[in-house]
């Protein structure tokens, strides 16, 4: 009987003790979640280039994470439980907070695709990119019809190209998406820029996709649209023309420190309360900056004037550059074609704009552009 109590007692010890490490692993495992919720969501980079105990700085990850053992006495005590049970092993390590963030992305999906699976349609847009180290990425993102009956875009997947043709993008990029996301409703449009390995009508990637969804529709981005006729436009324009070249040469002339400094003093005289305006460079390829760069000479026009003026009149290399610009903006030719251009571009601007909000409402941009 003895023997058989003691037994009892053991075994109930040896749950008490499994119930309690279950349950601080449980709280534990949902700090490091937040934790890692909070870098992913305001995309804050985890790794350092020196992670070992001797670093100064060992990366934002370790260091947040030595942060909250200092000053979170909750997340140091299941921290220090953890260690107790595992020794070495705290799930903060690159892999734990591979395999975490892993898990997080796969629940997203999961999600994801309970809500299209709910709509029973959809549409995708996709797009390809470098990233920063220069690999291409292929960019994957659904929008579909809610029960509130609101439109949802959601982001999928960033997926790695090889090559960037239209067999690579579907075969390795696209297909692999659906088969992953298994779902079951009807994949009924398709939206891209208008380049040829899109858009091409034989082996396009919109063709490709249509021999396996015939009823594919194909939507050439009308944000896209919009923004290549600007940049035509631009390019092609005398006056546009004259105008955009007087802003990169603005933009050569405050680019270097003293002058910049001049162009700055002369902001805070003028317009003490305003923040600070600077002389940008312009993109090619984005051509909103353009309108960025019209909108400061617009609004700084009185600053500019100054600023160029003082430089001219001083040693400065690029004197006779900012003489000639001071001259040049004067000119009632280059004033209306400023004015002008600013009022063309502050339109598109904000038509470009609203045609890439999630909740676009295509009859309000089509009054918007009749009106226009």
């Not at 021999?211 to 194909?218: E, T, V």
């Not at 649209?225 to 105008?243: F, G, M, Q």
């Not at 600013?342 to 941009?365: D, P, T």
Request: hydrophobic share 40%; charged share 25%.
């Amino acid at each position: 009987m003895l023997a058989n109590e003691s037994r009892k007692q053991l075994a109930s010890g040896i749950c008490w003790i499994q119930t309690g490490l279950v349950s601080n692993n449980r709280e534990y495992m949902k700090m490091l979640l937040q934790y890692h919720q909070y870098f992913c969501s305001e995309e804050t980079a985890y790794r350092g280039h020196n992670e070992t105990t001797e670093s100064q700085n060992a990366g934002k990850w370790k260091e947040f994470i030595n942060l909250m053992l200092r000053t979170n006495p909750l997340f140091k005590r299941y921290h220090d439980k953890m260690k107790q049970r595992y020794r070495t092993y705290d799930y903060t390590s690159k892999r734990s907070s591979n395999e975490l963030v892993k898990s997080m992305a796969f629940e997203v999906r999961r999600t994801i695709k309970e809500q299209i699976d709910e709509a029973g349609m959809y549409s995708m847009l996709i797009d390809e990119c470098k990233d920063n180290a220069g690999h291409e990425e292929l960019a994957i993102c659904f929008r579909f019809v809610n029960d509130l009956e609101e439109i949802e875009e959601r982001f999928y997947e960033l997926a790695r190209l090889k090559e960037t043709d239209a067999a690579t993008i579907v075969n390795t990029g696209i297909l692999p998406a659906f088969e992953r996301m298994n779902t079951s409703a009807s994949l009924l449009a398709v939206g891209a820029d208008g380049a040829s390995v899109m858009s091409g009508c034989y082996e396009g990637v919109a063709a490709r996709l249509a021999r396996q969804y015939p009823w594919l529709i194909y939507i050439h981005c009308a944000a896209h649209r919009l923004n290549l006729i600007v940049a035509t436009y631009l390019s092609k324009v005398k006056a546009a023309k004259e105008v955009i070249e007087a802003y990169k040469a603005l933009h050569k002339v405050f680019n270097v420190a003293k002058h910049k400094e001049i162009f700055e003093e002369s902001q805070k005289e003028q317009y003490p309360k305003e923040p600070l305006m600077a002389a940008s460079s312009l993109t090619e390829v984005r051509w909103a900056c353009k309108f960025e760069g019209v909108n400061t000479i617009v609004r700084r026009f009185k600053v500019i004037l100054v600023s160029l003026q003082t430089i001219a009149g001083s040693t400065s290399n690029q004197s006779d550059v900012a003489a000639g610009l001071y001259h040049k903006m004067l000119s009632g030719r280059f004033i209306i074609s400023l004015c002008f251009l600013h009022r063309v571009l502050a339109i598109m601007n904000g038509l470009s704009k609203a045609m890439q909000e999630s909740n676009i409402k295509w009859i309000a941009i089509a009054s918007e552009m009749l009106a226009v």
